[in-house]
């Protein structure tokens, strides 16, 4: 395991029912492709030395024999692997004949797992040749050259780099109470299943879901192998299920109805699991209930042979929903923000809303979140009153859009110009005009929030904030400045998926204002205070003072959503970027994100009301907690060692 990964396999081996030394080579060709490509675990379905669908010849003295002998030659195959292989066997203990999984390494047979769960209805009968693990005793047998206990017993395996992993086939995870429910509360990181699902209509997609919630549920990886291609066509298909998840999100899977072997390899990340669970207090609470008289097996030692490689895809905006399913995700994120400022507005009253409207992103998307909230409320937009301030560093383009934007929206439309007042605050405390410094953006900052403060009071009515959550986690906002409002409705959105939102937005308007929002989207971000350039062209772009928003953005997801350290987030950013960012570049922004969200806490510590939205959120009365005087030493000295 590194980084937190573990490579595992789901294997759809061919079959021949019956021929248990056919069966067991090809197990073994997947063993040799799966230790070749770095696989740590690998499963096979159910039954897969002698086929599933061997019916009535399960009671063959003789296959059970072969069968015990083609045990034998795949532990003396596997001696000098370091793999762990999970296959399928039926083994006779005592007058029980069992479905069970082996869990084989090195030339040893680690344990014997016994399905719980047969199932006997409509086209299975497997309770006319086995028995459940429930009818079983412990009981000591003799297998395959080996001395065991066989029970009913739940057993964690433990891989030296401790991982923890349990086994349940196939039936089992249809039950009501899965076994994999009391692994998982015990300990287990990743549930393997040895199935025979047959093919019908529908069945594949309830599958899907099955596995993807069972997964989530436990807060675990699950690898499903399920017979394929060989298997008798009596009366069903087999249609050979490869199936990897983690938490939920499908990892990997095999082609379906291939007509030849399959081997679907994934990382799933164990660390990530672990946190999840750790800070889910639900979980840690069932813990209580999670098995009390299983067992531990101890896997053996894996030698790394090579050097550590991600082979996971890792998507570079973790805060922008999937293609299928964007349209639904930025309606209901509008909604939260529409509904949570809907809620402020009928409970204070309020018939007015205040604020400024400078042609960028953030302040247009509070805009567009007030007109749909007015609208939801049967409220006159005329109640809005969006307000432009003017100043040193405004541009005709961006002051060209908000003026337009407003107009085309139909809302109460204020201009207050800035340069005089500031100028005449900069005499007062003697600060020379020329030096642009803090003091000189600042001090715009703060005259229009006093604006847009004494304006509601006025009106009577309320300022919105319009700063994101990319902002909040840099801190780039002024203090007391356009870090304050009254309530804050883009407080939980990120940079990155303001874009996104806005485009959303976007076709859902005139052409007109369409066509607004898309200029304003290409517009370079910029807080515009500092004078533009002879051509009157932006010179301040926030990009090239504080780093690229998609990296930030993507530093926050993972330092705050799993509290990845700086060595993993930047492997991750390695390989999310590659080709658009080098090593030098990911690792100077890394460690400027790692500097300024220390630093600027305190001004999440004061932070306006706002609705979240997502998974991630840095309210100090919800999702994140931390001392304003906290030391980013032990982040800052990681980030140098990259």
């Not at 609470?285 to 008289?293: I, L």
């Not at 969006?386 to 002051?399: C, H």
């Amino acid at each position: 395991m590194n980084y937190g990964f573990i490579k595992v396999a789901s294997a759809i081996p061919s079959v021949k029912v019956g021929d248990v030394k056919y069966n067991t080579l090809q197990i073994e060709n997947l063993i040799v492709q799966a230790e070749s490509r770095g696989v740590e675990i690998i499963v096979f379905p159910e039954l897969s030395i002698t086929g599933y669908t061997c019916q009535d010849l399960f009671r063959q003295t003789l296959l059970l024999d072969a069968t015990d002998t083609a045990v034998m030659m795949l532990l003396d195959f596997s001696r000098k692997l370091n793999v762990i292989s999970i296959v399928g066997a039926p083994i006779l203990v005592g007058n029980l004949l069992l479905n069970c999984a082996l869990v084989i390494q090195q030339g040893e047979i680690l344990g014997i797992i016994p399905k719980t769960y047969l199932p006997n209805y409509n086209e299975f009968y497997e309770k006319r040749w086995f028995a459940s693990s429930q009818d079983l005793r412990p009981t000591e047998i003799r297998y395959a050259g080996h001395k065991l206990l066989v029970s009913a017993d739940p057993k964690l395996f433990v891989t030296s780099l401790g991982v923890k992993f349990g086994v349940e086939i196939c039936e089992d995870v249809w039950a009501p109470i899965p076994p994999s429910n009391r692994l998982a509360l015990s300990g287990a990181d990743i549930i393997f299943n040895l199935s025979a699902t047959n093919e019908l209509i529908g069945k594949h997609k309830y599958l899907k879901s099955l596995l993807a919630q069972q997964s989530a549920r436990m807060m675990s990886g699950y690898v499903y192998s399920s017979c394929g291609f060989g298997e008798s066509t009596q009366d069903v298909v087999y249609g050979g299920n490869a199936l990897i998840y983690e938490n939920g999100v499908l990892l990997a899977e095999g082609e379906r109805f291939s007509l030849t072997p399959q081997l679907v390899v994934s990382q799933i990340d164990v660390e990530r699991l672990r946190v999840e669970r750790s800070n889910n207090t639900t979980f840690v609470n069932a813990q209580r209930q999670g098995v009390m008289n299983g067992s531990e097996v101890l896997c053996h030692g894996i030698d790394a042979k090579t050097d550590f490689c991600l082979e996971r895809t890792i998507d570079p905006c973790p805060f922008i929903p999937q293609d299928d399913g964007l349209t639904t995700s930025c309606e209901e994120i509008f909604n939260i923000q529409v509904l949570g400022l809907a809620k402020r507005l009928v409970h204070t009253g309020c018939k007015h809303v205040v604020l400024g409207i400078s042609g960028g992103l953030d302040s247009t998307l509070a805009l567009l979140v007030c007109i749909r909230t007015f609208d939801k409320l049967q409220m006159d937009r005329k109640g809005i009153i969006g307000v432009t301030m003017p100043g040193f560093g405004t541009t005709d383009r961006t002051y060209q859009n908000a003026i337009q934007l407003m107009e085309s929206l139909k809302i109460t439309i204020r201009e207050i110009p800035i340069a005089k007042s500031v100028t005449q605050h900069f005499e007062d405390i003697g600060h020379d005009m020329t030096i642009h410094d803090v003091t000189y953006e600042n001090g715009q900052a703060r005259e229009r929030t006093q604006i847009l403060m004494d304006l509601s009071n006025q009106v009577g009515g309320m300022v919105i904030g319009t700063g994101d959550l990319s902002e909040l986690a840099l801190g780039w906002a002024t203090y007391n400045g356009d870090h304050m409002s009254m309530y804050g409705v883009n407080a939980s959105v990120p940079k990155t998926l303001i874009q996104y939102l806005m485009r959303y937005v976007a076709t859902t308007m005139s052409s007109r204002v369409s066509d607004i929002l898309m200029d304003i989207i290409d517009t370079p971000i910029s807080p515009e205070l500092i004078p533009a350039d002879a051509d009157n062209t932006i010179c301040q772009k926030t990009e090239d003072l504080v780093g690229p928003y998609e990296l930030h953005d993507f530093f926050l997801y993972y330092f705050l959503r799993f509290g990845f350290r700086p060595r993993k987030i930047f492997m991750l950013a390695q390989k999310a970027f590659a080709g658009h960012y080098d090593d030098e570049v990911i690792k100077k922004w890394l460690t400027t994100f790692c500097r300024r969200f220390f630093s600027q806490q305190f001004k999440r510590s004061c932070l306006p009301d706002g609705p979240k939205v997502g998974s991630v959120s840095l309210s100090p009365r919800g999702d994140w907690r931390m001392p304003s005087d906290a030391t980013s030493a032990l982040w800052l000295k990681e980030c140098e060692e990259l």
